[in-house]
């Protein structure tokens, strides 16, 4: 699956959540890396959020070494994202 298509469905999702005031989602791409990071903030984001309440994901969208590796956390990450929109819960995974 090419970076771009990873990169728009991830995109979707976040704006989903956004929209449905879940939490605050910022989502990066790298050319360097060929990588994604996602920041999701449980509730919305501000100045004084809890680090530890903070929510990380990175993929990288590699077509060589690691393929299926990377292709299992993207689908991970979907599924989890998806799982949010369905329950409007967030839990750390």
């Known amino acids: 699956m090419k970076a771009i298509t990873k990169l728009n469905k991830i995109s979707e999702l976040a704006f989903s959540i956004q929209e449905k005031e879940l939490a605050t989602m910022f989502v990066r791409y790298a ?4 990588g994604i990071d996602v920041t ?20 990288y969208c590699d077509n060589n ?24 819960i ?4």
């Open 31 to 34: 050319g360097h890396t060929n």
């Open 90 to 93: 967030i839990e750390k995974p």
């Open 65 to 88: 070494e690691g393929k299926i590796y990377n292709d299992l956390k993207y689908f991970k990450l979907i599924n989890y994202l998806q799982n949010i929109l369905l329950t409007e």
């Open 40 to 59: 999701l903030y449980p509730g919305g984001y501000n100045s004084d959020y809890a680090p530890e309440n903070i929510i990380y994901f990175t993929i």
